[in-house]
């Protein structure tokens, strides 16, 4: 199938590799990972969040810095979460390729 076919060139991609290497080292210290996912879920939530109050938006990216701020291995964690960037970023780029490629009908969002 075409989905495992991706699936497995996505697994052994480098961004892949490199998240998964830093998540491991983030998982034998359960209290920073439990840190870093707490940190992950409220930037996730602030980005997808709609907000007419940029001012409440801005007050919220400070806090979620200021917490990030307080993490004791900060180089292990920005390690783990650029990978998480990067990677998310190859899975973006592979979607819009395939998109792009095929006549779905959403020219109209351009």
């Not at 495992?4 to 991609?13: E, G, N, P, Q």
């Not at 359960?30 to 007419?52: A, D, G, T």
């Not at 001012?55 to 701020?69: D, G, I, P, Q, V």
């Not at 899975?91 to 009908?105: A, F, N, P, R, S």
Request: aromatic letters at 10%; one cysteine or more; glycine letters at 0%.
């Amino acid at each position: 199938m075409l989905t495992d076919k991706l699936s497995a060139a996505i697994k052994d991609s480098r961004e892949y590799r490199e998240f998964h290497e830093y998540k491991e080292i983030l998982e034998k210290r359960p209290q920073l990972m439990h840190m870093v996912n707490s940190i992950r879920k409220q930037n996730f939530e602030i980005q997808n969040m709609y907000i007419e109050d940029t001012n409440r938006w801005y007050e919220e990216s400070w806090k979620l810095n200021e917490a990030y701020k307080n993490l004791e291995d900060s180089t292990i964690v920005n390690k783990f979460l650029m990978a998480e960037i990067n990677l998310c970023r190859m899975i973006q780029t592979v979607y819009k390729d395939i998109v792009k490629e095929l006549d779905l009908g959403i020219n109209f969002l351009e």
